[in-house]
């Protein structure tokens, strides 16, 4: 026998389901990594100045929406990019001596900086950092944390072999360290480097960090 509470319950109608908001859509982390490498490669085509959220859209195969529903503008999406690099930063080098330490660092950055497309997109950006205080801000954090992590490791390493002497500053310990090879890339962008050079700046940067 059905009681009237059941049949009061039987009566109403069946509750829709909620969908979840439009928004709440989870974004693709391979869509978002397509975007951004698109992002290096148009830059390193076009540059900045004439990037557009159109061309990024199509060199990686989605569609403008996905692009805005990731980033509202090109800066941000360029400023995004380029604060990934200080994240990424280089590999930390342990070969057990300082000059062996300097010698690694200083090939990975090389090859990193003579990079195709880095050695389009870096003058580029350069140029517009001294445009637009955002960018440079972005391009400065991402050139000195990616280095000053690495840096500040390969001393402490050094200084914890007795290679170098506790407490050196580190400020200057940077400058020595990544100043000339990024002075030849980046300033001059002098198309080879001449044969033994980074043999030859390793031991030269071993020797003044020890002069510290």
Known sequence: MTTNAEESAAAQPARPRRRAPAGAAVLREDVTEAIRAAVFEELAAVGYARMSIEGI????????????????????????????????????????????????????????????VASQIIPDLQAEAARNPEIAEAFQKALRDGQEGVASKIVAAAEQRGELRPGIDPDLALDLISGPLYWRAVVTRTPRLPKGYLTSLSRATTGALRAL
């Open 57 to 116: 859209a199509r060199r990686a195969g989605v569609g403008k929406t996905a692009v805005y529903r990731r980033w509202r503008s090109k800066l941000h999406l360029v400023l995004d990019v380029v604060s990934a690099m200080a994240v990424t930063g280089f590999p930390v080098p342990d070969t057990g001596s300082l000059e062996g330490d300097l010698r690694l660092l200083y090939e990975v950055t090389s090859r990193a900086l003579r990079h195709p």
